[in-house]
C-alpha cells in the first residue's frame, strides 16, 4: 500500500526559504511519478512541481524560478525547495504519487493531473 509522508513546513516571513521532504513506501518508487500539491484555505487545490523518474520536472507557473522538485531515488523521497517564498504560497502543502509506466500516465502527470495516492500534508506559512 502506498504511504506518503510530508515534512519540513513551518513558519518563515517573506523571501525566506523551506524545504520540504516526501517519505515514501509500500511500492516500487521508481514506477511513480511524484508530484507536489498545495491548497489554501477557501480556494481550491493547485499542482505545484512534478517530477517523472528519470528526472524531467514540470512547475506551476507562480513558482518557476523560486521552487525546485527533487528525489532521491535510492531513499525513496522527494524534495521541494522553495526559495524567495511569497505570502501567496501559504497553504498546506501535499505530496502525491501516480503510477507512470506509460508515456500518456506520464504526460498526464506532468500535467499535475491524475494523481491517486496523497500523503496528509503539511504546513506551510509566509508573513509579510
Known amino acids: 500500500q502506498v504511504h506518503l509522508v510530508e515534512s519540513g513546513g513551518g513558519s518563515v516571513q517573506a523571501g525566506g526559504s523551506l524545504r520540504l521532504s516526501c517519505a515514501a513506501s509500500?511500492?516500487?518508487?521508481?514506477?511513480?511519478?511524484m508530484g507536489w500539491f498545495r491548497q489554501a484555505p477557501g480556494k481550491e487545490r493547485e499542482g505545484v512541481a512534478g517530477?517523472?523518474?528519470?528526472?524531467?520536472?514540470t512547475y506551476a507557473d507562480s513558482v518557476k524560478g523560486r521552487f525546485t522538485i527533487s528525489q532521491d531515488n535510492a531513499k525513496n523521497t522527494l524534495y521541494l525547495q522553495m526559495n524567495s517564498l511569497k505570502p501567496e504560497d501559504t497553504a498546506m502543502y501535499y505530496c502525491?504519487?501516480?503510477?507512470?509506466?506509460?508515456?500518456?500516465?506520464?504526460?498526464?502527470?506532468?500535467?499535475?493531473?491524475?494523481?491517486?495516492?496523497w500523503g496528509q500534508g503539511t504546513q506551510v506559512t509566509v508573513s509579510s
Open positions: 502525491a504519487a501516480v503510477k507512470c509506466m506509460t508515456n500518456i500516465q506520464r504526460v498526464f502527470a506532468m500535467m499535475l493531473r491524475g494523481f491517486d495516492y
Open positions: 517530477i517523472e523518474s528519470a528526472g524531467r520536472t
Open positions: 509500500g511500492y516500487t518508487y521508481s514506477s511513480y511519478c
